[in-house]
């Protein structure tokens, strides 16, 4: 049977990103966590995801870059679950299609956000995923995110697998699934329905449904 990887964001969860809200509350209880008191230009650096500005400031603030890092990153994954478990962010009505495939073949989630809330959205919609992997809580990991195929490429080495289709709302997930030698399925989502098919996708879907056809017969 043919193995199926799936982004999170846009695919799963509605809309293509985590709200940039989170990520600014995220930075500021990393401050307070580690006891900084930054400028109002400092607050504003260390909210963005300019690395080269963090860790300027950070060592300007006497803190440590990679733990500043490392907490923004959970505080971030604490503040989407939060938005998951009030219903301020939705989940798309043809997931079920992901569970109905993985009674039938390997399934797995691969995103760039963060591996904590790859787990916890795994375990909220209860899927029993083959392999989930999200971008490690590090400046490196951030930039290990596609289109590099490095989180593909890790999640195929562990299934043993080295063919399949991943399944994602972005030219990006097109890009990075290609470089690691997959067919690609762009997925139609509110956000994306008047942007232009990638040209290097494979197939193009009009729901979650849809994937049971690429896969075969039972």
């Known amino acids: 049977m043919t193995t199926v990887l799936f ?33 109002p230009a400092q607050r504003r650096g260390v909210r963005t995801h300019d690395h080269e500005r963090i860790k300027t400031h950070c060592r300007e603030l ?12 959970t505080h971030a994954s604490k503040g989407t679950h939060d938005r998951l478990r009030s219903g301020e962010r939705g989940i798309y009505d043809d997931i079920d299609a992901i569970r109905d495939l993985g009674d039938r073949t390997a399934i797995g989630l691969v995103t760039n956000n ?45 299934l043993g697998v080295t063919d399949g289709i991943y399944v994602g709302d972005s030219p990006t997930d097109v890009t990075a699934g290609r470089a690691a030698g997959l067919e690609t399925a762009f997925l139609r989502r509110p956000h994306n329905r008047d942007r232009e098919r990638p040209r290097n996708a494979t197939h193009e879907l009009a729901s979650l449904a849809d994937v049971s056809s690429l896969v075969g017969p039972e």
């Open 114 to 158: 963060r591996h904590e809330t790859a787990a916890f959205v795994a375990d909220y919609v209860g899927f029993d995923f083959d392999i989930v992997r999200g971008r490690d809580p590090t400046f490196e990991g951030y930039e290990r995110r596609k289109p590099d195929p490095y989180y593909i490429d890790d999640a195929l080495d562990a």
């Open 62 to 73: 006497g803190i440590d870059p990679d733990r500043f890092w490392k907490l923004k990153e």
């Open 7 to 39: 982004d999170m964001d846009g695919v799963i969860l509605e809309g293509p990103r985590t709200d940039p809200q989170v990520y600014a509350a995220a930075a500021d209880a990393a401050l307070a966590d580690l006891g900084a008191d930054p400028t």
